[in-house]
């Protein structure tokens, strides 16, 4: 899992679609600090539980840009895209947030 696309890039939706997304039930959390968008559903997550389970998220977020790290997803326009499905994104958080459920 995963391609990237930040809020800047092309993405395989029209902007209407883009637009219409909507907040997941399950995985959107006051605290959290980060907007993933996945096949019009928004996640939002806590960047250091994705980077503690997910070598892709450490590299991407503090790695890369540490300095960074509190910006990305705070606003509707600065949202990571990502070219997965949002089912299996349902079932990964399901998993790394409720693993005893």
């Known amino acids: ?3 990237a696309y930040n809020s ?3 993405s395989a939706k029209p902007e209407s679609a883009i637009d219409d997304a909507e907040k997941s039930t ?3 959390f006051d ?3 980060i907007i993933l968008e996945v096949e019009g ?3 939002r997550l806590h960047h250091n ?3 503690y389970h997910s070598g892709f998220f450490r590299d991407l977020l503090v790695v890369a840009h540490p300095e960074k790290i509190d910006a990305i997803g705070e606003a509707d326009s600065n ?3 990502l070219q997965d499905r949002s089912n299996d994104w349902d079932l990964l958080l ?3 947030y409720n693993p005893f459920q």
């Open 41 to 43: 559903t928004r996640y």
């Open 31 to 33: 605290a959290g600090n």
């Open 8 to 10: 800047k890039s092309k």
């Open 26 to 28: 399950s995985f959107w």
């Open 79 to 81: 949202i990571l895209r």
């Open 1 to 3: 899992m995963s391609e």
């Open 49 to 51: 539980v994705l980077s």
């Open 94 to 96: 399901e998993i790394i």
